[in-house]
């Protein structure tokens, strides 16, 4: 059965740091894009930032380049997001997933699995 863990989330000032980690089980997704998303309360799910199967691509949206990177280790089937100088806006319930492809990809129905989500919460 194939399970994401989000972690890393909490609870954070304005301008500060947090790195997220989203580790998955069941089987190897070393051949899979890996993806981050986001939701705010009341507001859809948005892109976030997409890595290929390698590591060698990633793709960001607009809202959150020059702040925030994501990253994988396949050899220990997870993928990271570290978010740095974080703003309000970006308060939100994060979740990874895995993606069908093996490029990046930016939209949500390219992806197959997802994690159950970690808060994020800004203050301001």
């Known amino acids: 059965q194939v399970q994401l863990v989000e972690s890393g989330g909490g609870l954070v000032q304005a301008g500060g740091s947090l790195r997220l980690s989203c580790a998955a089980s069941?089987?190897?997704?070393?051949?899979?894009?890996m993806g981050w998303f986001r939701q705010a309360p009341g507001k859809e799910r948005e892109f976030v930032a997409t890595?290929?199967?390698?590591?060698?691509?990633?793709s960001l949206a607009n809202s959150v380049k020059g702040r925030f990177t994501i990253s994988r280790d396949n050899a220990k089937n997870t993928v990271f997001l570290q978010m740095n100088s974080l703003k309000s806006e970006d308060t939100a319930v994060y979740y990874c997933?895995?993606?069908?492809?093996?490029?990046?990809?930016?939209?949500?129905?390219?992806?197959?699995?997802w994690g159950q989500g970690t808060q994020v919460t800004v203050s301001s």
């Open positions: 890595i290929n199967w390698s590591g060698s691509t990633t």
């Open positions: 997933a895995v993606s069908v492809l093996s490029g990046t990809v930016l939209v949500g129905t390219a992806y197959k699995y």
């Open positions: 069941g089987r190897s997704f070393s051949n899979n894009a």
